[in-house]
């Protein structure tokens, strides 16, 4: 990956009484009454944003929140009541992301002041993936550009994203990283000098990301073991011709990811020798916590996998123990729940053990906070991020902004 310091930074950037355009990416658990639910991803972007506000700054943000048709994806009102708090000032918020609304918010503000726009992704063609150029041709982009004079991209969570605000955005108008995208690109730009055996933990839910990635840090030669817990385990059991029964299965082919079983299986058959499955999963049975080996599967009818159980547990330790690098994302089960947290709480406690430990991810993080555990090398923004870039690969948003924009 090319050095971040072919990209522009806060540093060169001329602020005062300059219209900036910031993405961040505050994409949050939410509460069921559709309000944020944790704010650690809005804390990372305080120094970024109170610099361009002191520094007068004119300062319109822009961020998505979830995925279409998802419980998460909500207004970023409370977002923005949220960073009023943490700024110390008040922060406007207007339901409008390129609209007139939109741009008479941005060509209203002063010297330091700051506005929330709408959710990006209320708009169809931010959750589609360009090329820059064709990005830049989006109603997004060119609905809202022209009343900015540039970019800031603080987003580093979503920069493995190719969408319209992360890369059409910089393809026309001046573009800049802000203090997170910074300090992330240097501290996980040396993953080929970490320490070995590097030990992956692939959990969570984003299966396909964490497939990818699989690919790629196994065919590369990057990762000596990968761990599968969460809804990613659960999957490669299925590939790996366990029955974890209709409850998990209906799971999965409702969030689209059937397809996903056969490139688990494929990877199985490339690279098995190097991927660990989970040897029992829990599942709430009468209400409590209940372990079954994966010899006693399926489980009853409407009983779930929801964490790895204490075998998989010592197996993963194991592992762990002789680890010199460990790179987390996802959590190994539903945090969420008390009678599954374990799972999280004890895979994640081992890896602070090792030399290097790095852990990503907006859920882990909170999961993280939750159950009160530190001590890793570095926890990242991002999640799906991170672990693109612990790949080796370019990350769209960065290559962007490497690049510059059109004259
Ligand atoms: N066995 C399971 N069944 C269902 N959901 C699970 C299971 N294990 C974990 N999860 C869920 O996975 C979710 C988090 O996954 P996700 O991949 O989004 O992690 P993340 O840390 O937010 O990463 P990113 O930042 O890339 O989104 C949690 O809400 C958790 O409840
Ligand atoms: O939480 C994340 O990993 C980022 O906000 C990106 O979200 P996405 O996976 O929905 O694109």
Known sequence: MDSPAMIDTLDDLDVEGTTVGVRVDV?????DDGTLADDARLRAHVDTLAELIERGGRVAVLAHQGRPGGDEFVSLESHADRLSE??????????????DAAREAVRSLENGECVVLENTRFYSEEYMEFEPERAAQT????????VLDAYVNDAFA??????PSLVGFPTVVPGYAGRVLESELDVLGTIEETPEPRVYVLGGAKVPDSIDVAWSILEKGLADHVLTAGVVGNVFLIADGVDLGDASSDFIYDQ???DEIDRAADLLDAYGDRIALPRDVAVSRDGNRHVLGVNALPPRGDE?????????????????????????NGPAGVFEQSEFERGTRELYSAATDAPTSIVGGGDTASALRRLGIEGF??????????????TAEPLPAVTVLENGHRN
């Open 256 to 258: 689209g990811y059937w």
């Open 377 to 390: 090398s570095h926890v990242s923004t991002g999640g799906g991020a991170a672990l693109r870039m612990l």
């Open 304 to 328: 779930a996998a929801m964490d790895i159980g204490d075998l998989t547990l010592e197996y993963y330790q194991r592992i762990l123990d002789d680890a010199g690098t460990v790179i987390l």
């Open 27 to 31: 994409n949050s658990p939410i509460d």
């Open 139 to 146: 109603h997004l982009v060119t609905g809202l550009a022209p």
């Open 158 to 163: 979503a920069a493995h994203r190719s969408q």
């Open 86 to 99: 943490l700024l110390g000032q008040p922060v406007g918020y207007v339901d409008a992301t390129f609209s």
